[in-house]
């Protein structure tokens, strides 16, 4: 978290009143989330590029691997950005 002090200084337009006050905000960050996949990945040896990975041990046949991100504190809605 990372937190902000300021001071501001208000005066009115006849220069009678002069007002000064600090403060602090904070800024939560959000952690970078946990790799979340629907079971264990697949991919046989002779797959051509663009070839699904799957979950069938075989390697070629079964439901589509996936993976996801899930995030223990959910600040809006977050969205990953890339993988790598």
């Known amino acids: 978290m990372l937190t902000y ?8 337009e006849h220069q009678f009143n002069t ?8 800024i939560a960050a959000a952690d970078i989330g946990t790799l979340t996949t629907n079971g264990t990945f697949y ?4 797959a051509v590029s663009g070839a ?6 075989n390697g070629s046949t ?17 969205v990953v950005q890339s993988f790598t």
């Open 52 to 57: 699904d990975v799957v979950l069938n041990s």
């Open 5 to 12: 002090s300021y001071t501001a200084s208000v005066q009115d």
């Open 19 to 26: 007002n000064t006050e600090s403060d602090s905000f904070s």
């Open 62 to 78: 079964g439901t589509q691997a996936d993976v996801g991100v899930s995030y223990s504190t959910s600040y809006g809605t977050p």
């Open 43 to 46: 991919v046989i040896e002779s």
